[in-house]
């Protein structure tokens, strides 16, 4: 009726190297003696945690990809301030009188021509609303837009052999350098543009020409009846739209204030989900720490009273158990972070539109926090822990199994 009596003991691994085991101490020995005696419990407490801040670094990873494309977007990529459609009818000399009547107007800083047209690009299974874009002056176009690549954060330039296409309209297409896309200009036709680099980009789907390699594709001269603006730092938008709606010549206007806007409230509410996705990942974790060390001191109830019998005051028992806590959870975080920055990836392709790209690189605190969190769950639970086993009652854990 009694228990099974333990196995006899064997020598852990760590024993035969010597230069590391005479250093330990004798509490320490006793632990890395535990890890090898219960490597099931110690296995799931380290999968436990893991798990627990991978979630945490799912939930702050996809924050920092949702809320930084705000700032890369309209604030490094998309330079300019306004755009304003002008009448189609306009030639060359009245072109240049209204951007002459509209650098005059306080608060503009510059304004250049560009052509754009909205074409549909042609996958295998899908059509894609893409936008082409062709500067009146290819050398002033860093200005207001700014095509980079996104790992080396080089200018790419425009040049007659091809076009310059995002990322996101590369993966939706499958294409890549070098290839050839279709488009089809509103009639019905396909047309073949050559894609001769990608840039960074994360909102909208677009295509870069120069105006040779326009009219090479399209087979006439694009028209230029969109005016790009840049304002001064103190400028006041409004006062300043008003002011290019009264020359007359201003069809519509577009301040990418408002574009940023709106795309900030389409954002919010995504932060929404991403804020359930963190505190049930913390709630998450401090159950499974909990469980987990409840678990431990039940099982190991006689071991405790009986080193408590042997003369280990309160604070020593804990400390016999922390210890292994503490080495769990710090070998679940390491393993928890890198599972979390591939969660994050996966769930970011997930939940991307077409009209979307995610920034799919992680700040260094994403890592910080969900550390720090999952760290600060395990002392809590340490905390909570050591008031159990203050009141373990050595007479009756030792009687338990008679």
């Given at each position: 009726m009694r228990p099974k009596p333990p196995k006899a003991g064997k020598r852990i691994l760590l024993e035969r190297i010597k230069p590391i085991w005479n250093h330990l101490s004798f509490s320490w020995k006793v632990t890395m003696r535990n890890f090898f005696r219960y490597k099931k419990r110690v296995l799931m407490t380290i999968v436990g945690i893991a798990g627990c801040t991978a979630l945490l670094m799912a939930g702050f990873g996809i924050r920092y990809s949702i809320t930084s494309i705000l700032d890369l977007q309209f604030g490094e990529l998309f330079v300019y301030d306004a755009v304003s459609v002008t009448s189609g009818d306009l030639d060359e000399t009245a072109q240049e009188e209204l951007e002459d009547q509209v650098l005059a107007i306080d608060g503009v800083d510059s304004a250049m021509y560009f052509a754009s047209r909205t074409v549909d690009s042609v996958g295998e299974d899908t059509l894609v609303s893409t936008t082409v874009v062709v500067p009146q002056r290819t050398g002033g176009m860093r200005q207001y837009i700014v095509l980079r690549d996104k790992d080396t954060k080089e200018t790419i330039p425009l040049t007659s052999n091809g076009a310059v296409i995002n990322e996101k309209l590369a993966e939706l297409l499958d294409v890549q350098v070098g290839d050839n896309i279709q488009i089809d200009p509103g009639d019905g036709?396909?047309?073949?543009?050559?894609?001769?680099?990608?840039?960074?980009?994360?909102?909208?789907?677009?295509?870069?020409?120069?105006?040779?390699?326009?009219?090479?594709?399209?087979?006439?001269?694009?028209?230029?009846?969109?005016?790009?603006?840049?304002?001064?730092?103190?400028?006041?938008?409004?006062?300043?739209?008003?002011?290019?709606?009264?020359?007359?010549?201003?069809?519509?206007?577009?301040?990418?204030?408002?574009?940023?806007?709106?795309?900030?409230?389409?954002?919010?509410?995504?932060?929404?989900?991403?804020?359930?996705?963190?505190?049930?990942?913390?709630?998450?974790?401090?159950?499974?720490?909990?469980?987990?060390?409840?678990?431990?001191?039940?099982?190991?109830?006689?071991?405790?009273?009986?080193?408590?019998?042997?003369?280990?005051?309160?604070?020593?028992?804990?400390?016999?158990?922390?210890?292994?806590?503490?080495?769990?959870?710090?070998?679940?975080?390491?393993?928890?972070?890198?599972?979390?920055?591939?969660?994050?990836?996966?769930?970011?392709?997930?939940?991307?539109?077409?009209?979307?790209?995610?920034?799919?690189?992680?700040?260094?605190?994403?890592?910080?926090?969900?550390?720090?969190?999952?760290?600060?769950?395990?002392?809590?639970?340490?905390?909570?822990?050591?008031?159990?086993?203050?009141?373990?009652?050595?007479?009756?854990?030792?009687?338990?199994?008679?």
């Amino acid at each position: 009726m009694r228990p099974k009596p333990p196995k006899a003991g064997k020598r852990i691994l760590l024993e035969r190297i010597k230069p590391i085991w005479n250093h330990l101490s004798f509490s320490w020995k006793v632990t890395m003696r535990n890890f090898f005696r219960y490597k099931k419990r110690v296995l799931m407490t380290i999968v436990g945690i893991a798990g627990c801040t991978a979630l945490l670094m799912a939930g702050f990873g996809i924050r920092y990809s949702i809320t930084s494309i705000l700032d890369l977007q309209f604030g490094e990529l998309f330079v300019y301030d306004a755009v304003s459609v002008t009448s189609g009818d306009l030639d060359e000399t009245a072109q240049e009188e209204l951007e002459d009547q509209v650098l005059a107007i306080d608060g503009v800083d510059s304004a250049m021509y560009f052509a754009s047209r909205t074409v549909d690009s042609v996958g295998e299974d899908t059509l894609v609303s893409t936008t082409v874009v062709v500067p009146q002056r290819t050398g002033g176009m860093r200005q207001y837009i700014v095509l980079r690549d996104k790992d080396t954060k080089e200018t790419i330039p425009l040049t007659s052999n091809g076009a310059v296409i995002n990322e996101k309209l590369a993966e939706l297409l499958d294409v890549q350098v070098g290839d050839n896309i279709q488009i089809d200009p509103g009639d019905g036709s396909t047309l073949d543009v050559k894609v001769s680099a990608l840039t960074e980009n994360y909102a909208g789907n677009y295509i870069y020409m120069n105006d040779e390699y326009y009219q090479d594709v399209f087979g006439e001269s694009p028209s230029y009846t969109n005016l790009y603006l840049t304002f001064a730092d103190d400028a006041d938008g409004q006062a300043i739209s008003q002011a290019l709606m009264d020359t007359g010549e201003i069809l519509g206007l577009s301040l990418v204030s408002d574009m940023e806007e709106s795309f900030q409230d389409m954002l919010t509410s995504l932060n929404y989900v991403v804020i359930i996705i963190i505190v049930s990942a913390g709630a998450l974790a401090f159950v499974v720490l909990y469980n987990l060390a409840n678990i431990n001191i039940a099982e190991r109830k006689r071991e405790l009273a009986t080193i408590k019998v042997l003369g280990f005051y309160d604070s020593q028992v804990s400390a016999y158990v922390y210890r292994e806590n503490i080495v769990c959870t710090l070998c679940g975080i390491v393993v928890g972070l890198a599972l979390g920055v591939a969660l994050t990836q996966y769930i970011l392709e997930m939940v991307e539109v077409d009209v979307v790209r995610f920034n799919r690189a992680t700040d260094i605190w994403s890592f910080v926090f969900s550390g720090l969190l999952t760290a600060l769950f395990a002392v809590l639970v340490n905390f909570i822990m050591h008031y159990k086993l203050k009141k373990i009652d050595m007479v009756e854990s030792l009687k338990s199994v008679e």
